[in-house]
């Protein structure tokens, strides 16, 4: 293998374990003190109570 294919696998390797990270990370969901973090925002953005 010459250094332009092992660049390519290496590259192709890199690639696939991104695409494996990101998609692990966007099934965790959000956590839950975030949720409430932003729930508090919102109440503060807001203090009425209504919904936009």
């Given amino acids: 293998m010459d ?6 696998k290496r590259e ?3 690639d696939e374990n991104l695409k494996r990270v990101f998609e692990e990370t966007l099934e965790e969901g ?3 003190r975030f949720r409430d973090l932003l729930d508090a925002l919102k ?3 807001n203090p009425s ?4």
Avoid: L
Wanted: aromatic share 0%.
């Fill in 43 to 45: 109440r503060q953005d």
């Fill in 49 to 52: 109570g209504s919904q936009k």
């Fill in 30 to 32: 959000i956590p839950d």
């Fill in 3 to 8: 250094q332009h294919g092992a660049n390519r």
């Fill in 12 to 14: 192709s390797v890199i």
